[in-house]
């Protein structure tokens, strides 16, 4: 059995996040923002102080607010939404491609006995779409779909964990967003930022990753025998 020794801790179990981790990043964020800010002033809600939030936390802010109101209003802005949000994620994802070397990290990590997940804020068609053969890869993937609260809350990562029977001080959450190194924290693993997306390294120190990788293939350079 392979373990991986990072900063003196032992860890059997990775959780990777998805897109600009395992696969090209190629979302287009500020046509999902646009759109779904369009859909919350249609409503009649005030976006200025939305501005600030992910564009799924909007959406959850946006629904409470119209909820105190009407259910039937919540519920209808929530479905329009989320239908808004996944048309541009599947549309992204069908121009989509994995970064090279995905499917061997997985491979060699299943080949040492290194428990592997990936949680992501994306929705399980869009995954499946970059990746159609990702559970013969990968047994544990936590989508948007599969929980009420996504990273940075611990809930995907905890859910993970708890599938894999693994545990948070043995674990390591990678991703290429602070919003990643945030949810390691909060579930209580180790984290590492990669240099595969839009921020860099000062971005993942700052939020106080263990370790900053230029990709998430550099993880093997941690292996060893337990």
Do not use: W
Request: charged share 20%; net charge negative; aromatic share 6%.
């Amino acid at each position: 059995m392979s373990i991986l020794s990072i900063n003196h801790a032992v860890v059997d179990t990775i959780i990777f996040d998805f897109d600009g981790t395992l696969a090209k990043l190629n979302i287009n964020f500020d046509q999902m923002r646009r759109a779904i800010i369009e859909l919350v002033s249609s409503n009649g809600i005030d976006h200025q102080s939305l501005h600030h939030q992910f564009i799924l936390e909007i959406i959850g802010e946006a629904s409470a607010i119209l909820h105190n109101h009407s259910l039937k209003k919540a519920q209808s802005f929530t479905e329009e939404a989320y239908r808004i949000i996944e048309g541009i994620e599947v549309e992204a994802a069908q121009r989509g491609e994995l970064f090279n070397g995905t499917k061997e990290l997985l491979t060699s990590l299943d080949n040492h006995c290194i428990q592997a997940g990936i949680i992501t804020r994306n929705c399980s068609k869009a995954v499946q779409t970059v990746f159609p053969d990702i559970s013969s890869y990968c047994r544990m993937i936590v989508c948007r779909d599969d929980v009420n609260h996504v990273k940075p809350h611990p809930e995907q990562l905890n859910l993970a964990l708890t599938r894999l029977g693994s545990k948070a001080n043995r674990s390591i959450m990678i991703g290429d967003h602070p919003l990643d190194i945030e949810t390691g924290r909060n579930a209580g693993t180790l984290t590492a930022g990669v240099l595969t997306g839009h921020f860099q390294e000062e971005d993942f120190l700052e939020a106080g990753a263990n370790l900053v990788l230029p990709q998430a293939l550099d993880i093997l350079k941690f292996m060893g025998s337990a």
